[in-house]
């Protein structure tokens, strides 16, 4: 197939890109920011037409986003003008070739009162990045009928920043650790989460899936799991509430997702443990 991927120079646009190349398709990299992609900004809807009408993909994998949460909820205008509109730029101008489009959206597009959620619980965002990528799911909904609506959680990706490498490398530093135990999700790998994806797509099942590593736990168990894995297990890990940790976005608190689309079409994420296991492991911290 021939397939577009924005937000190319992120986390999981970048992997996204590399697996879809090694499943034999033929694959464009789109971002704002990178070398080795093509740039776009997908809140000109003029380029991002222009640029999808001269590729005309079979399909576009849309993970773009402004991802910083504290970020969106300090100018909650720019996070639905990014998240929301950019998301119906990308949609409207898939919809006029008669591309199909995957949105990739999150866990954060539910209260958080009441997980673990399957796919068409009834959605109800509890800050401004929430509610920018819910913004973002029903532009999609309505402005393409061949949507794919995958939501995600707690991401963890090899290269740049992310919770693991922040835990174990303030362990090595010997500094005090302390992390809150009372918000949960669903750690999820995203070389497992870019593998599900390129499934899904090869399928033309269009709809909503929750594609999260199996499992949820609380961000305290999710590094006290990591630290053990990695030879700290002797660390102390205090236990905090998020009241204790204050930030300008609040996430949901019990915002686990589970898979059951997914199982529909033979897709499943293995269980978030062996996926921290393969993280480090590869990463050569598995002890
Ligand atoms: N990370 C998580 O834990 C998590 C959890 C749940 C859901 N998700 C969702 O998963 C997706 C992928 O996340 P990720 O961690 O891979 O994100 P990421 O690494 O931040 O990558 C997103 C990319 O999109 C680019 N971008 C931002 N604004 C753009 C615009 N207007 N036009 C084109 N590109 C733009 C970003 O550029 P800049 O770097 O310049 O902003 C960045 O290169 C996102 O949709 C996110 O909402 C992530």
Redesign the pocket.
């Known amino acids: 197939m021939k397939i577009v991927v924005?937000?190319?120079?992120?986390?999981?646009?970048?992997k996204l890109v590399t697996v879809l190349r090694e499943r034999g398709h033929d694959v464009t990299g789109?971002?704002?920011?990178?070398d080795q992609v093509q740039k776009?900004?997908?809140?000109d809807f003029a380029a991002t037409r222009g640029l999808i009408g001269d590729i005309q993909p079979d399909v576009i994998l849309?993970?773009?986003?402004?991802?910083?949460v504290d970020g969106c909820a300090r100018e909650p205008e720019k996070a639905v003008q990014?998240?929301g509109f950019?998301a119906q730029n990308v949609a409207l101008a898939a919809a006029q070739v008669q591309a199909a489009v995957l949105?990739?959206?999150?866990?954060?597009v539910f209260d958080g009162t009441g997980g673990p959620y399957r796919e068409y619980d009834a959605t109800r965002p509890v800050n401004p990045?929430g509610y920018s990528?819910w913004v973002g799911e029903r532009a999609i909904l309505h402005v393409n009928p061949k949507h794919y609506i995958v939501?995600?959680?707690?991401?963890?990706?090899h290269g740049?920043k992310n919770f693991i490498q922040t835990i174990l490398g303030a362990a090595q530093a010997g500094k005090r650790l302390r992390v809150v135990a009372d918000e949960v999700a669903n750690p999820?790998y995203?070389d497992d989460l870019a593998d599900a994806i390129s499934a899904l797509i090869e399928t033309g099942r269009y709809g909503v899936y929750h594609f999260v590593n199996e499992g949820q736990c609380s961000r305290w168990a999710f590094a006290r799991y990591a630290l053990d894995q990695a030879g700290f297990q002797d660390t102390p890990l205090e236990k905090i509430s998020s009241a204790e940790w204050p930030r300008p976005s609040t996430p949901p608190p019990y915002c686990g997702l589970v898979n059951l689309a997914g199982q529909q079409v033979g897709i499943r994420l293995r269980p978030w443990q062996q996926a921290v296991d393969a993280f480090l492991s590869k990463e050569g911290l598995l002890k």
């Open positions: 924005t937000g190319a120079a992120g986390r999981l646009g970048g789109v971002d704002v920011v990178g776009i900004d997908v809140t849309h993970p773009a986003a402004w991802t910083d990014v998240n950019g949105y990739v959206s999150s866990n954060e990045y990528k939501r995600t959680a707690w991401l963890f990706a740049g999820t995203n």
